[in-house]
């Protein structure tokens, strides 16, 4: 177990306890990032090494300190592209690396568990890994020292239908991104990659050109939604745990969708609702304004934990949306071997 710093070069290492780890990992913390955040009414871009990043959650910097992250193989490394079932699959490791024990489960959000290393409110603590972390980096921008060694990578991703979809919805509702124009807009750059974390085949294609890695575990949404005890059994065989049936069948219940719904611990939208309340607050006059301005009112309302289903693309991509998808897909995963249920 280590701790290690995300915002600079430095990246230090040591043993922490259980004491420790609460006090850093306590899930009002990231309530109290979120209220002194200050959301601004343009959310600035930036590129990096070819990608598009949010200026104020993903900074330059700390892209740049993670080009020297220092890895060790014992850690697992759940990596995706953005709205692929992250949180989902971060829930299964976390669960496993914790022997299904829900109630210390329970004490601290998924995000705090497994922290997102590049994000931003990440940077300046000094955040546990528990040996467990999360990011949407595609491979270029993916601390090297990671496959130098050779730490363990469990890759999940999703038709990228879906994903456009819950994509959508995800910029809508979150403060930090900017708010697409129309649904039309939103599709056409995500269709060109033009969007954060960048073009989705060849982030895709980085990580399952990696899957006969022993390190490697390549993970399918689709996958989870039809069998998740199944999927469930080889993450934790892959982490080198050995569960009875009973603690699996417990995961499986936990990091069901309705489960991880209700769970404050499991479901962001409480760490959203901080961000949403800080808004009004701003609306309503009661905040300081001091170097604040707004985002455009965000539609409060769409849950993170949004449907989790698999198919939903089809209630909103057109026809000729569809068409051209397909064969934009066929095109860009032509002869990788590369799959997906839709
Ligand atoms: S993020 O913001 O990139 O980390 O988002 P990510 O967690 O990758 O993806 C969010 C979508 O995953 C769905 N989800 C689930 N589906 C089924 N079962 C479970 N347990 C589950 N947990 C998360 C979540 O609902 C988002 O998908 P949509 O289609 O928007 O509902």
């Known amino acids: 177990m280590g701790f290690l710093k995300t915002n600079s070069n430095e990246l230090r290492m040591f043993e922490c306890n259980d004491k420790k780890m609460e006090e850093v990992l306590g899930s009002d913390k990231i309530k109290e990032l979120l209220e002194h955040k200050e959301y601004k009414e343009e959310i600035v871009m930036h590129e990096y090494k070819g990608v598009i990043f949010p200026l104020d959650t993903i900074k ?44 210390k489960l329970n004490k601290s959000h998924t995000f705090f568990r497994v922290p997102f290393i590049e994000a931003t409110f990440f940077a ?28 363990r990578i469990v890759y999940v991703t999703r038709n990228p239908k879906d994903m456009c979809v819950s994509y ?3 910029h809508i509702m979150n403060p930090t991104l900017p708010t697409p124009k129309s649904w039309n807009e939103f599709f056409d750059d995500f269709y060109s990659g033009k969007i954060m974390y960048g073009p989705w085949w060849e982030h ?16 399918k949404f689709e996958d989870m939604k039809m069998d998740l005890k199944a999927v469930v059994e080889r993450v934790s065989k892959f982490m080198g745990y050995t569960i009875s049936d009973d603690v699996i069948n417990g995961i499986v219940d936990h990091c069901s969708f ?41 539609q409060e309302k769409i849950s993170f934990m949004r449907k989790g289903k698999v198919g939903d693309w089809r209630n909103h991509f057109t026809v000729a ?12 995963l032509a002869g990788s071997g590369l799959s997906f249920d839709f």
């Open 258 to 298: 309705a489960s991880m719904k209700k769970n404050p611990m499991t479901n962001p939208d409480g760490l959203f609702d901080q961000a949403h309340k800080k808004l009004d607050q701003q609306k309503k006059g009661n905040a300081s304004k001091e170097g604040v301005t707004l985002v455009e009112p965000k």
């Open 204 to 219: 895709f294609l980085f990580y399952w050109n990696l899957r006969h890695e022993p390190n490697v575990l390549f993970v």
């Open 124 to 151: 300046g603590l000094d955040v546990c890994s528990c040996l467990l972390v999360e990011s949407h980096l595609p491979g270029h921008l993916l601390p090297p020292d990671v496959f130098k060694k050779k730490a």
């Open 60 to 103: 330059p910097s700390v892209l740049q300190a993670l080009e020297t992250w220092e890895a060790r193989p014992e850690d697992v490394f759940v990596v995706s592209y953005a709205k692929a079932g992250t949180t989902w699959i971060q829930e299964v490791v976390s669960a496993i690396a914790n022997g299904g024990d829900l109630e």
């Open 321 to 332: 949306q569809n068409e051209a998808f397909d064969a934009f897909v066929h095109e860009k």
């Open 168 to 170: 959508y919805y995800f």
